[in-house]
């Protein structure tokens, strides 16, 4: 049996016995499915879809929506020292990759005033706190 026996392109459209059951299936041309990172976006927006209408009844405030978020579908970097910025570069001109770097993080590592810095566990003899 040759491939091409089994293999048929689909139509445009279902044929019924694989419609039927399914309801309200829709296809969006503009997501691909070689893009996951627009698709989880998309999902992330269909989940609050009915919030930013004003069609669930919440009426607290919710954060303004972005289309992407900081880290977007770019590769993240964290370095550990300002060192790393350097070498980001150098990498970036070894494999010729276009669009430089774009640091979205400040350079010290600080808990924010929320945070509990005070231990619970206390200390014990030899490992003063």
């Not at 279902?14 to 503009?30: C, F, H, K, N, S």
């Not at 893009?35 to 009915?50: H, M």
């Not at 070894?94 to 979205?104: A, E, H, L, R």
């Amino acid at each position: 049996m040759r491939a091409r026996e089994f293999l048929r392109e689909q139509a445009a459209v279902l044929p019924p016995e694989q419609a039927d059951p399914m309801r309200w299936t829709y296809v969006i041309p503009g997501l691909s499915a070689a893009d996951p990172y627009r698709n989880y976006r998309f999902g992330v927006a269909l989940a609050r879809a009915r919030s930013d209408a004003g069609t669930d009844g919440i009426v607290d405030s919710i954060p303004a929506w972005h289309d992407e978020t900081a880290f977007g579908e770019h590769g993240v970097v964290a370095g550990m020292s300002p060192n790393i910025a350097q070498l980001i570069d150098q990498a970036l001109t070894m494999t010729n990759t276009p669009g430089g770097k774009k640091i979205v993080s400040t350079p010290d590592s600080t808990e924010p005033n929320f945070v509990d810095k005070t231990s619970p566990v206390t200390a014990f003899v030899g490992y003063p706190r």
